[in-house]
C-alpha cells in the first residue's frame, strides 16, 4: 500500500495554466502539490515537439502578464515563436518562481475519487503513489489526450512512426527519407511544411483539407523589443478588451455594407498581415452569415488556385464542406507552395481511402505506399478527453465521464454539480481564444475562490444542480446560429477516431471573454453565494 501525501489542494498538470495556479495557490499560504505526467514543464509545449511546431498567436500577447519583472527580463526572437523557444520561456518561468519544488514529475493521474465523508479527493497516480487533498484543481489543457488514427495495422509498421504530441526528445534524421504525414489540420500543416524542406519523398494524406491562411513571421531585433515592451500596457488592455482575447478583433462592419472593391481590398490587406487578422479581424458577419462565408471562402480559394501549380492539386486542397474560418484557421508559411515541389504529393482519403497500415507503409483503395516513417498528425480527443482518461468520480460514484455523456456540463467551466471541491482551469465551457489570457482570468478567479474558502474555513464547494444548468443552456444558447457549430471538428468535439465522439456537442464557450470575465466577477462580488459553501 502506497503512503498517502496529504495536501490543501493538488493541481493536475504542468503546462501553462497548472504553473500560474501552483504561484497563486503557493501565495495563499496553502500546502500544494503538482502532478505533471512528463519529465518536465511546458504542457502542449512540453509534448508538442514536431518539426515546425510553433506559435500562431503572437509571442508576447501569448505570455504570462501576471509579472512586470518576468515581462521586463524576457525578449521574444520571433514575433510567432518556435516551440523550442516557448519551451525555454516556461522552464524559465518555472524557474524564476522556484516552482520545481513543488512538482513530481512522471506522475501521471489514473484516478481521483471523491469522499464526501471526508471531504477529500482520494488521487492515485499510474506508478501506485496516492495522494489526499482537500481540492483537486485540473489543469489538463483542452488539447493534450493525443488520437491515433482508428485504422487497423498500426502496431505492424516496422519502421519508424510518431503521433505529433509524442514526438520524441532526440532529433529524428528524415533527410532523405520516405515519409507520410497522415492529416492536414493545423499541426499537419506545420509539420508539412517544415518537414518538406529535407524528406526525399513525402506523402500528405488529406481526408479533409482545411482553410488555411499565411502567418508571416518575422524575427525580433533589439530595437524592435524595446519598442513591443514599451507597447505591453496597451497591448494586454487591448487582448482583455477583445472578444476572444487576441490583439486582432472583429472589423464593426458587415460584409454587404461595402462595395466589392472595398472588400477585396481588405481581404487582401488581412492575407498579406501577420497573424489571426484574417480569422478573427475579418467583417463581423463572417462567421454567421452564409453569404458573406462564402465570399471570403472564394477570395481565400482564389489565393489557393494561384499559389498550386498544379489545377487539380489545388482543387483538392480547397475545403468543400465547411467555409472559411468554420474551423480553426491553420497559419501557414510556404505549406500551399510545398505541394509544387516534386518530391511531395497529395494523397485524396475522399478519393482512395486507407485500408491499413502495412508492414512497410499505407495501404489505399488504390495503392501500395512503401514508408521509411509515418507521422500522424491525428489530433486529439479535445476538450474532454484528458478528462476521460481518468477515472474521475464524485458524490456516491458518479463518474464524470458518464455525467459528460451527452456532451459536458459545467457552471462557469470551473465546477460540476455532484463533484464538490473539483475546480477546472480551461476546462469544457470555457472561451478558448488567445489561451494564456483566458488562463490568467480563470487562475485568479479560482485563486480568489480559495481564499474565501481558506479565509472562511469553508472544506466544501460545490455549484448547484441548478447552477449547472443554467449556465450549460447559457453557452449551448450562444453556439445557436455560429456557422463552426454546425461542421464536424474538434472544436465540436467529434473525433472519429474516438468511440462516442462522433456527435456534435458544445463544449466551448463562443460568448465574449469580457462577458465571461464580468459573469465570473459578479459571482465572486457577491461572496460565491451561487455555490453550495460548507
Ligand atoms: P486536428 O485539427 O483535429 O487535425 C487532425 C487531422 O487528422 C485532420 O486533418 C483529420 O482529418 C486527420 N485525421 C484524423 N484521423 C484520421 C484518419 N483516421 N484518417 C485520416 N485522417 C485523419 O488536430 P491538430 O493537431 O492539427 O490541431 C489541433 C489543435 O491543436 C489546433 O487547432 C491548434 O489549436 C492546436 P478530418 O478533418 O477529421 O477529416
Known sequence: MATLEQYDAIIIGAGMSGLYQLHRLRQLGLSVRLLEA?????????????????????????????????????????????????????NHVADKFDLRRDIQFRSRVAAAHYDDETRSWDIRVEDGGRFACRFMITAVGPLSAPTLPAIEGTESFTGQSFHTARWPHQPVDLAGKRVAVIGTGATAVQTIQEVAKTVGQLTVFQRTPNWCAPLHNAKIGPEEMVRLRAGYPEMFQRCQETFSCFIHTMDPRGTFEVTPEQREAFWEKLYGEPGFGIWQGNFRDMLTDRRANALISDFVAGKIRQRVTDPATAEKLIPKNHGFGTRRVPLETRYYEAY????????????TPIQRITPTGIKTSDADYDFDIIIY????????????????????????????????????????????????????????GNIPRSIEYNVD????????????????????EAGVTTWTDHVKALGVGLLSNEVD??????????????????????????????????????GYRELMLG
Open 38 to 90: 512528463g519529465t518536465g514543464v511546458g504542457g502542449t509545449w512540453y509534448w508538442n515537439r514536431y518539426p515546425g511546431a510553433r506559435f500562431d498567436s503572437e509571442s508576447y500577447s501569448y505570455a504570462y502578464s501576471f509579472s512586470g519583472e518576468l515581462l521586463d527580463e524576457w525578449d521574444w526572437g520571433e514575433h510567432f515563436a518556435g516551440q523550442p523557444e516557448t519551451l525555454r520561456y516556461l
Open 340 to 351: 509544387n515541389q516534386d518530391n511531395v504529393r497529395l494523397v485524396d482519403l475522399l478519393d
Open 377 to 432: 498528425a491525428t489530433g486529439f480527443d479535445a476538450v474532454t478527453g484528458s478528462f476521460d482518461r481518468i477515472d474521475i468520480r464524485g458524490m456516491g460514484g458518479q463518474r464524470l465521464k458518464d455525467r459528460w455523456q451527452g456532451g459536458p456540463e459545467t457552471y462557469l467551466g470551473v465546477m460540476v454539480n455532484g463533484f464538490p471541491n473539483m475546480m477546472m482551469l480551461i476546462g469544457p465551457h470555457m472561451a478558448l
Open 445 to 464: 478567479w479560482v485563486t480568489g475562490l480559495m481564499r474565501h474558502v481558506h479565509d472562511h474555513g469553508i472544506i466544501r464547494v460545490e455549484a448547484t
Open 489 to 526: 471538428s474538434w472544436m465540436t468535439g467529434v473525433n472519429r477516431n474516438v468511440a462516442g465522439k462522433q456527435v456534435r456537442v458544445v463544449n466551448r464557450y463562443s460568448g465574449s471573454a469580457p462577458a465571461y470575465r464580468a459573469r465570473c466577477d459578479e459571482v465572486a462580488a457577491n
